[in-house]
């Protein structure tokens, strides 16, 4: 499983909520061990997560061509399609909520239209981590929202939110992406 967590490199990018993705594989490499190396127009690691081997990737060609990065480490590895599970922000999600996907559209994400473009499918998994939405700007332009750095009350629950997100990821590991699914979502 190459399990992908979308983000932009750079230390303007830290700890914002487009970059929820990076901290997921941040998590995932810190609680299984798993070392970082540069590869792949990315950060990339090899570990096992339950007896299960994974790759993680961190694409570095920031969020609107993640798609290149993905691409290439799925063609190395000869990683399928439908063994690829993307972890990303999602504005239509309420903050601190989680929700697995099978496949499906864009959803206006950048980073997930890439992926498509450059996999030829829709056909991966998605874990969306709920980031809200700025309500001033419905509607409207919410860049500006997806690039701003978490509030104190966003980041007091930002152990949890990675903490069920490992959890949901492990499950998809063991049991698959509908049980994950009907635990999470």
Do not use: W
């Amino acid at each position: 499983m190459l399990i992908v967590g979308l983000g932009n490199p750079g230390d303007e990018y830290k700890m914002t909520r487009h970059n929820i993705g990076f901290m997921l594989i941040d998590r995932i490499a810190s609680t299984f061990n798993i070392s970082m190396k540069r590869k792949f127009q990315g950060m990339y690691g090899i570990g096992e997560i339950l007896g299960k081997k994974v790759y993680l990737l961190k694409p570095e060609t920031y969020m609107n061509r993640s798609g290149i990065s993905v691409r290439e480490c799925a063609d190395f590895y000869k990683i399928d399609v439908s063994d690829i599970i993307v972890a990303h922000d999602d504005i239509n999600i309420p903050f601190d909520s989680i929700k697995l996907k099978h496949n499906g559209s864009s959803g206006g994400h950048n980073g997930i239209k890439s992926m498509i473009n450059m996999l030829s499918t829709q056909e991966f998994k998605r874990l969306k981590i709920g980031v809200g939405m700025d309500m001033d700007a419905k509607g409207g332009d919410q860049s500006n929202y997806v690039l701003g750095k978490f509030n104190q009350y966003e980041l007091k629950s930002m152990d949890d939110i990675l903490g069920r997100s490992v959890s949901a990821l492990e499950l998809v590991l063991t049991d698959g992406i509908v049980k994950a699914m009907n635990e999470f979502n």
